[in-house]
């Protein structure tokens, strides 16, 4: 299926932020209640991250069997949250909190349960608030592992916010996260 997401003729290519982790390091999470990355959030998904080359990062997924969508194979919406996991921290290298505005998955292959997912994710370019970004997944241990076949590719459009974003929201925070709202990156 061939997408109909298209880059914008204004876009310009940031460089990562002076604190952006080098190649190889591992992400810090951005708030420890995230149902993608949190270690304060047991129902999730506990994905994590390093930093790529400038504006990539790599993340990882192990396909727990309670991911189930079809028989064997992974939910379509859990790879969808990877995804969207993973582009969100590849905006990491702004330095600025965003969130999705639009999120487009293409699904390649059939993904068993069991599998062990990396994704590689990056900024393709900013205009003003609006973060391009775009990311494929492989497989990379499992019963059909092959870090040369991509099993699912997605584009995605982050809006960078303020924290006045989640002013509204803050009081459903579920119990007390490890780092106080506010101070986490969110
Ligand atoms: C120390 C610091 C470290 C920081 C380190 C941070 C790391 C951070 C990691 C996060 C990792 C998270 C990973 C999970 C991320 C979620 O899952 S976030 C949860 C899901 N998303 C949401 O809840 C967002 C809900 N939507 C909204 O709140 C609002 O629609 C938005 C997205 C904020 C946009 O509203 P807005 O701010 O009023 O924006 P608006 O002025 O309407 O539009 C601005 C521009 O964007 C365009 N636009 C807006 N929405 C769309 C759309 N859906 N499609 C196309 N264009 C759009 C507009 O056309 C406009 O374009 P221009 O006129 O500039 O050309």
């Given at each position: ?6 880059l ?24 420890s ?21 400038g ?45 999705t ?86």
């Open positions: 299926m061939s997408s109909t997401w298209t914008p003729d204004d876009l310009t290519v940031p460089e990562p932020v002076e604190f952006f982790p080098a190649a190889g390091e591992k992400l810090p999470q951005h708030w209640k995230c149902f993608g990355c949190g270690d304060d959030q047991p129902a999730g998904m506990a994905m994590s991250f390093r930093a790529g080359n504006l990539e990062v790599t993340g990882r997924l192990e396909v727990a069997k309670k991911y189930q969508g079809g028989p064997g194979v992974i939910h379509g919406g859990i790879l969808s949250t990877a995804f969207d996991e993973a582009q969100g921290m590849a905006c990491m290298a702004l330095g600025s909190p965003v969130v505005g639009h999120l487009e998955i293409d699904f390649a292959r059939p993904i068993p349960l069991g599998s062990v997912l990396e994704f590689r994710a990056r900024i393709d370019g900013v205009v003003r608030r609006k973060v391009y970004t775009s990311a494929e997944a492989v497989i990379v241990e499992g019963p059909t592992a092959d870090p040369d076949t991509v099993v699912g590719t997605s584009r995605g459009l982050f809006l960078t916010i303020t924290s006045e974003h989640f002013a509204k929201t803050k009081e459903f925070v579920d119990g007390e996260p490890t780092s106080p709202f506010g101070t986490s990156s969110v």
